[in-house]
Each structure stands twice: as C-alpha cells, then as structure tokens.
C-alpha cells in the first residue's frame, strides 16, 4: 500500500510503500477513505517528547470501509462504513467498558495509520456511520469529539459569554458546539482574520484580532467579560493570559497541546477566583454524539474543511500547516493523486 513515513524530527514526511496491515484477532482491516491532519501530528514531528519512531505511518482522524475482519471480531463485517477513535485501551477494564479508553486501567496507546490507504485496528475503536452521513465527513468525528470533551468540562450553561482563543480547527469546533449548547455570546480570537467568516459559519457571534486593548475589545464582543474562555493555541503564556481575559470566578478551559513549561500569574488567578480546567482527548459517548452532528443540519461542521489533498501533494501541505494559514482542517484522500 502507499502511506507516508516519518523519516526524523525537521524531515518532510515521504510518501513510501509499505506492506498491507493484517488484523489480529479483534481487529479489522479499514479501508482509508479520508484522513485530518491535525496540530498533534505536527507537534509530534518536531518535538522528541512524543518519542515518534522513524518509519511510522502517523494520522489520527480517520474514516474507512471494513475490508477485513479478524477472527474474533463480531461486531462489524466487511463492508461497513466507520470512524475510528484512535484511542486504543485493552477494551476489557472497567474504564474501556465505560466507554473511557483514555484511562484503561492497563495502558491507552494512541494509534495511528490514517496517512495510509490502509490500517488494522481493534473493532471496539470503531462505530459504524448511520445513513445518510459520508464516508468522507466521518473523519471529522475524532476532533468535535475532542471539541465536544472540552465543552463539556467546561460546564458552559446556555446564557453564556464565551471566547474561544485560537480559531484552528479545535478551536472552531468549539464554537460549533458552544452554539448548539446555547451560549449567547461566541467570539473566537486569533492572530489573523484567515477563519472569520468559517468562524461565524459555525455559529460565532464575533470575531477579534489579537493586539492592543484586546481584554476591552473582548468584553466589548462579549457584551460582557466572559464567563468562560477556551485556550485552543497550546503556546507558553495563553493560559495566563486567558486568565486575564475571564470574567472573576469564569472558568479557562485549556484544550491547547504545549509541551513547554508554562507560568502564570498566580496572584491574579487566586484573586479572581478562575477554575482552570485541563482537556484532553474524549470518551466513546461523545465520539458518538459527534458522529450524530455530522448529519444535523445548521451550523455545519464541514465547514471546518478547507482543502482535501492526496498523498503526492500531503506532504507540502503538511508543511504549510506549521504557519498561520488560510487552511484549517485539511484532510487526505490517499487513493487521490
């Protein structure tokens, strides 16, 4: 099969042929119809903290066909259509049965194998797409799931004032769910204007350019400070300054991945009494319920898509990725040339 492999930190990924994925037992074999890039993968390629390995077919958000099953798997058959949940727990423990395989009790490992025309993976990763929602818009599934957590644990209550920092494709996932869950303020914010008018197709109510007066600016678009303020950047400094931008007693939720070490100042957050909630991942429920969204109509999260690629051309826009763009969630088709 034809896949891209990472080759070494500062190295372009390189489209490569690799031997076709055979299943274990629990496992089937999908079918790549469409896989994101996301800003995880690109983390991961430059950063030894994620311990990459040379040789690896990387690639999360992914959708496929069940081309073939292992021997014990009976709750698929070739054929069916599905989105994959990339995080793998050993699908026995009290967590895996719950539904939380981030917190298997015997190890989660996050899986890969979307920049490839095929992958193998254990069957209860995978939910089948109802009718009527795409093969193709299933990979969108995996990050409003991760969108969907975040508001979530945020607690946001309709009625609310919400600014959503970082107008990537998370980001504007979350505005997508905090307009369906009833806020009544949604502004993003970002260093660019690239994403506002994909922001305000996905339910924004405003949109801001960071730089000078921006704490004013921001109670301005709000109607008031904000009760609650997403990080969705991951960069050394935003959740001190999100902090700053929160109303006393609002809640940052940080969904941003930053493997520095951050600092803040912890005199104003004790004086203003600010919940800082951490967000990672999600839990099956939710990838259900993203799924479910891909067919609901207004505000749709397609929206969220700004290019589809093949693999000759992935790895450039792969690249491209690592600066402020006009794209936001860019998949790849890797039977497209």
């Known amino acids: 099969m034809k896949a891209l492999i990472f080759d070494g930190f500062g190295k372009p990924l390189r489209p490569a042929v690799c031997p076709d994925p055979v299943p274990a037992r629990d496992e ?11 800003g995880s993968d690109l983390h991961m390629t430059e950063d030894p903290v994620f311990a990459l390995e040379q040789g690896a077919v990387i690639g999360h958000e992914f959708s496929g066909e069940v081309v073939e099953t292992g021997a014990d798997v009976r709750t698929l058959r070739v054929g069916d259509l599905v989105a994959a949940a990339p995080l793998r727990g050993c699908g026995r423990c009290a967590a895996c049965r719950a539904g939380t395989p981030a917190w298997c009790e015997n190890g989660m490992t996050l899986i890969g194998g979307g920049f490839g025309q095929y992958t193998a993976l254990a069957d209860h990763q995978l939910r089948k797409l109802p009718d009527g929602i795409s ?6 599934a995996e990050p409003l799931a991760v969108a969907l957590h975040g508001v979530l644990r945020s607690g946001l209550k309709p009625g609310a004032r919400v600014l959503v920092v970082g107008a990537g494709a998370i980001g504007l ?10 806020a009544r303020a949604i502004v993003a914010a970002d260093l660019n204007d690239f ?19 921006m704490k004013q600016r921001v109670a301005s678009a709000c109607g008031g400070a904000p009760d609650i303020v997403f990080e969705c950047v991951g960069k050394v400094g935003l959740i001190d300054h999100c902090i700053d931008l929160v109303r006393p007693q609002g809640t940052v939720c940080v969904l941003g991945l930053c493997t520095g070490t951050d600092t803040l100042d912890s005199f104003r957050a004790i004086s203003k009494e600010v919940t800082v909630i951490m967000s990672v991942f999600f839990n099956m429920h939710e990838f259900t319920t993203a799924i479910d969204a891909l067919d609901a109509g ?3 999260p397609q929206a969220l898509v700004s290019d589809v690629v093949g693999l000759s ?6 690249e491209a990725l690592r600066s402020r763009t006009t794209q936001c969630k860019v998949l790849i088709d890797p039977f497209s040339d």
């Open 313 to 318: 051309e992935a790895p450039a826009a792969f």
């Open 173 to 182: 996932a979350v505005v997508y769910w905090a307009r369906r869950m009833g």
């Open 298 to 300: 207004g505000y749709a």
């Open 195 to 213: 994403q506002r008018d994909r922001a305000e197709d996905l339910g924004a109510t405003g949109f801001i350019t960071s730089g000078p007066d």
């Open 28 to 38: 089937v074999v999908l079918k790549i119809c469409r896989c994101g890039i996301c």
């Open 135 to 140: 093969l193709a818009d299933g990979a969108l």
